[in-house]
């Protein structure tokens, strides 16, 4: 099968693209970029495998149609996206812009390319900021009520997939994916700012004092790895364990929760990244890092999932900070 990737240079970019690759997959990797991001971890994850890269900007419903016409691919899987609550509060036009026309793009140009004999499944990548606010495991048949310009414009997105398959009979499905980090990931969020200091400090020789914000919250976090296999499984999905075929017009098996079901406090998280090192290293609260409203506890109950497609997660996290840190140490 061939995979159409949007989205391919970001963070989870790479990871999915191995993914397929993995399994067999032939990978059409697209982005706004003139070409495939390159670099000595993606170089090492690729191997030298052949990955055909085509420029696209999701934002023009015409280059969607192009790439799609030219490519025909079996399935498309959207990645491109403001991913970041921080910055969609500093550009929520942006946020709503490219998580919101762009998907709509994406379906648009899909449904005019659609004829007897084509009809490409698609996947959308969703965020647990859609649901409404709960210390309680979230399940996928929680209430949404999103309470910041990324998590509001990801129930949008959402929304417009059901219309999609419910309307036009298109083949989508739909992952509400809850905080996942790893090699590679940007410093703007809160895992990978705290390796990349502590490693900082680290090669420096010397003490020193890390800048956090909030760290009496609870998150469900992951290796990157297992939500990238989880995308790969739902998007391949053709029946339930119990032999129950998917509707295109149902929603409810459709939309899937990815994450690791446990809820990680911030602060042993912190505790153990700051342990990795050999020196002494103080914290200090950031103002504008420092968050009190936000949500104390998000957890994800991963029981459809796993009692469906049999996905469960394979990676510890603290296996993957160690991982992190040591890129660091070695490529800072």
């Not at 070409?35 to 934002?59: H, M, N, P, S, V």
């Amino acid at each position: 099968m061939k995979i159409l990737i949007f989205g391919a240079n970001g963070f989870v970019g790479p990871y999915l693209i191995n993914e397929f690759l993995n399994s067999g997959y032939e990978v059409v990797a697209s982005d706004i970029q003139d070409g495939l991001l390159k670099d000595d971890f993606r170089e090492k994850l690729y191997d030298g495998r052949a990955i055909r890269y085509q420029r696209c900007d999701i934002l023009s419903v015409e280059s969607v149609e192009a790439l799609i016409r030219e490519e025909l691919p079996d399935g498309m899987v959207n990645l491109a996206a403001i991913s970041s609550v921080g910055q969609s509060w500093s550009a929520p036009s942006l946020t709503m812009s490219i998580n919101v026309i762009g998907a709509l793009n994406v379906l648009e140009a899909v449904r005019g390319s659609m004829t007897s004999d084509y009809s490409p499944k698609l996947l959308f990548i969703g965020s647990s900021e859609e649901y409404e606010i709960s210390d309680e495991p979230l399940s996928e048949k929680k209430p949404l009520d999103a309470t910041n310009p990324y998590g509001v414009s990801k129930v949008a997105q959402e929304h417009f997939t059901e219309i999609y398959r419910k309307n036009y009979g298109m083949n989508i499905s739909y992952v509400r994916a809850f905080n996942h980090t790893g090699v590679g990931q940007r410093e703007t969020f809160v895992l990978p700012s705290f390796v990349r200091q502590v490693a900082e400090i680290e090669k420096s020789g010397q003490p020193g004092t890390i800048l956090v914000g909030n760290l009496d919250i609870y998150r469900d976090f992951s290796d990157v790895r297992d939500i990238v296999r989880g995308y790969r499984m739902v998007f391949e999905a053709e029946q339930k364990s119990d032999g129950t075929v998917f509707d295109n017009k149902t929603t409810q098996s459709q939309v899937y929760n990815i994450g690791s079901g446990t809820a990680y406090n911030l602060a042993e998280l912190l505790e153990y990244i700051i342990s990795l090192s050999s020196e002494k290293i103080l914290t200090n609260v950031d103002p504008v890092k420092y968050r009190p409203t936000d949500q104390r506890t998000i957890v994800a109950d991963t029981t459809l999932i796993q009692e469906e497609l049999g996905w469960k997660p394979e990676y510890d996290i603290y296996d993957t900070l160690k991982e992190m840190f040591y890129y660091y140490l070695q490529n800072v």
